[in-house]
T-cell receptor
Framework: AQSVTQLDSQVPVFEEAPVELRCNYS??????LFWYVQYPNQGLQLLLK??????LVKGINGFEAEFNKSQTSFHLRKPSVHISDTAEYFC??????????FGAGTRLFVKA | ETGVTQSPTHLIKTRGQQVTLRCSSQ?????VSWYQQALGQGPQFIFQ???????GRGNFPPRFSGLQFPNYSSELNVNALELDDSALYLC??????????????FGPGTRLTVT
């Protein structure tokens, strides 16, 4: 069975600093990997996705993620964060037919 | 804005009651998935509907049921509400194109509180 582990429940960081949100997954088959962002009182918005090909994936709002098959990781990075990046971030695995499995989330808190 | 709407925004029900939540998909999207997001957790897959038929189900009891209509809007029904059903319920619409993966467009959710 597939599973997703987000290694940090909260990540505080100062504005303009770099950030990395960590995600590990387990699966016995090939997977599609996603990062979503959820702002307060809103639904989920897709940041980026890995389907195949280049292991470095660029998304919206300056975020990128790197797929590492040997370490079964898909960490999200941003070189310089803004106050507006404060939100909940979810790593997810798609098992086929869009039955997506989400991690528990990482709350990114950007401080001035 | 994803073009996916959900109603109501908030809802308070009493244990044992029944509730119906509604989702209006993005135009032309014939597939909808429903998720339950408990406080402090990630969304959990409830079920998916494709062209009015259930197309897969997560680990939820039968008192969670759904419908999809010919215009592809959908409902999530929960009977015999329990306190643990308190959560944000999200729907996501998809227009499968036969590609490797098609994007899910999430609505803003319905916040259900069971007292």
């Amino acid at each position: 069975a597939q599973s997703v582990t987000q290694l940090d429940s909260q990540v505080p960081v100062f504005e303009e600093a770099p950030v990395e949100l960590r995600c590990n997954y387990s699966s016995s088959v090939s997977v599609y990997l996603f990062w979503y962002v959820q702002y307060p009182n809103q639904g989920l918005q897709l940041l980026l996705k890995y389907l195949s090909g280049s292991t470095l994936v660029k998304g919206i709002n300056g975020f990128e993620a790197e797929f590492n098959k040997s370490q079964t990781s898909f960490h999200l990075r941003k070189p310089s964060v803004h106050i507006s990046d404060t939100a909940e971030y979810f790593c997810a695995v798609e098992t086929g037919g869009f039955k997506t499995i989400f991690g528990a989330g990482t709350r990114l808190f950007v401080k001035a | 804005e994803t073009g996916v709407t959900q109603s109501p925004t908030h809802l308070i029900k009493t244990r044992g009651q029944q509730v119906t939540l509604r989702c209006s998909s993005q135009s032309g999207h014939n597939t909808v998935s429903w998720y339950q997001q408990a406080l402090g957790q990630g969304p959990q897959f409830i079920f998916q509907y494709y062209r009015e038929e259930e197309n897969g189900r997560g680990n939820f009891p039968p008192r969670f049921s759904g419908l999809q209509f010919p215009n592809y809007s959908s409902e999530l029904n929960v009977n015999a509400l329990e306190l643990d059903d308190s959560a944000l319920y999200l729907c996501a619409s998809i227009n499968p194109t036969g590609g490797t993966s098609d994007e899910q467009y999430f609505g803003p959710g319905t916040r259900l509180t069971v007292t």
